[in-house]
């Protein structure tokens, strides 16, 4: 079974400009959480998705925005990028959005932003 | 108060010996823990989950459990340098419609 796919890798984007990444679920699983991690921070949470719909979200301005497509791939957007941003961003994913679940991270797309 | 909080590190202990890691939460209603390790410039995995009272074992790892007193502890026996990593403790917050919320985590060394 293939694990969560995060796409890209690595990004580098200058101040005022927007990224998309992208996260792609295991096989079966509706629920896709999006994590930030910094050194300073930690793992943060973003929001979580759940049948195209967001179910919870993070302390972060709206600059951060996501959504959900029907084959539970996911999509984060970050617009007006700051320096700030520069981080690790983690997509999980589990089967539903209760109790015994388990997330299952993908590799992450590490953002820098000059 | 923190939402989930962890002993600082970095810990180190010797090879053999047993590692000790805590973990803290503040949210009285949450069911489900896990805790995940974290290599150097790797993403989280899973090694264990508890969701009731007491001690549940695997392998060298004891996740316990004492939810009166909101805390949660993973015990790694016979610690090798290979579970040098970071373990992060996770809890599903019951009261925010079960959002995962990590602690900042706790750096274990194993010195051979």
């Known amino acids: 079974k293939a694990g969560v796919t995060q796409t890209p890798r690595y990004l580098i984007k200058t101040r005022g400009q927007q990224v998309t990444l992208s996260c792609s679920p295991i096989?079966?699983?509706?629920?896709v959480s999006w994590y930030q991690q910094t050194p300073g921070q930690g793992l943060q949470f973003l929001f979580e998705?759940?049948?195209?719909?967001?179910?919870n979200k993070g302390n972060f301005p709206g600059r951060f925005s996501g959504r959900q497509f029907s084959n539970s791939r996911s999509e984060m957007n970050v617009s007006t990028l700051e320096l700030g941003d520069s981080a690790l961003y983690l997509c999980?994913?589990?089967?539903?959005?209760?109790?015994?679940?388990?997330?299952?991270f993908g590799n992450g797309t590490r953002l820098t932003v000059t | 108060q923190k939402e989930v909080e962890q002993n600082s590190g970095p810990l180190s202990v010797p090879e053999g010996a047993i590692a000790s890691l805590n973990c803290t939460y503040s949210d009285r209603g949450s069911q489900s823990f896990f805790w995940y390790r974290q290599y150097s410039g790797k993403s989280p995995e899973l090694i264990m989950s508890i969701y009731s009272n007491g001690d549940k074992e695997d392998g060298r790892f004891t996740a316990q459990l004492n939810k009166a007193s909101q805390y949660v502890s993973l015990l790694i026996r016979d610690s090798q340098p290979s579970d040098s990593a970071t373990y992060l403790c996770a809890v599903n917050w019951k009261t925010s419609y079960d959002k995962v919320i990590f602690g900042p985590g706790t750096s274990l060394s194993v010195i051979p």
């Open positions: 998705y759940f049948s195209e719909t967001q179910r």
């Open positions: 999980a994913s589990s089967l539903n959005t209760r109790g015994e679940r388990p997330l299952h």
């Open positions: 096989s079966g699983h509706r629920s």
